[in-house]
């Protein structure tokens, strides 16, 4: 059973930067997908980008596609989301999951196991 736990959110300013984490238990990041995902208020949760277990190939959501970055260090345990040119429209909280079909997948009901969430606020 996978565990997640998300952080690193917090209040910045439009235009600027920000780097999430989600630190997963031992060997997830060997055979489970990791999707970063989103809930605004009153707005559906949505995916936002996704790494694949295998080969790291990564999938990104069109509006986010040019200022986000997901990436893993299997050493630490850990997924990342970089996001830059952060716009109003990006605050919401972000939730990490393990999909076990550890491939390229944005669709919440493939994923098995997620964290608590952490909130990023973007604001002047």
């Known amino acids: 059973q996978a565990q997640l736990v998300e952080s690193g959110g917090g209040l910045v300013q439009p235009g600027g930067s920000l780097k999430i984490s989600c630190v997963v238990s031992?060997?997830?990041?060997?055979?489970?997908?990791i999707g970063w995902f989103r809930q605004a208020p009153g707005k559906e949760r949505e995916g936002v980008s996704c790494i694949e277990s295998r080969d790291g190939s990564t999938y990104y959501a069109d509006s986010v596609k040019g200022r986000f970055t997901i990436s893993r260090d299997k050493s630490k345990n850990t997924v990342y989301l970089q996001m830059n040119s952060l716009k109003p429209e990006d605050t919401a909280v972000y939730y990490c999951a393990a999909s076990v079909l550890g491939t390229i997948t944005i669709f919440q009901e493939h994923y098995n196991y997620w964290g608590q969430g952490t909130q990023v606020t973007v604001s002047s």
């Open positions: 031992k060997y997830t990041l060997d055979y489970y997908t």
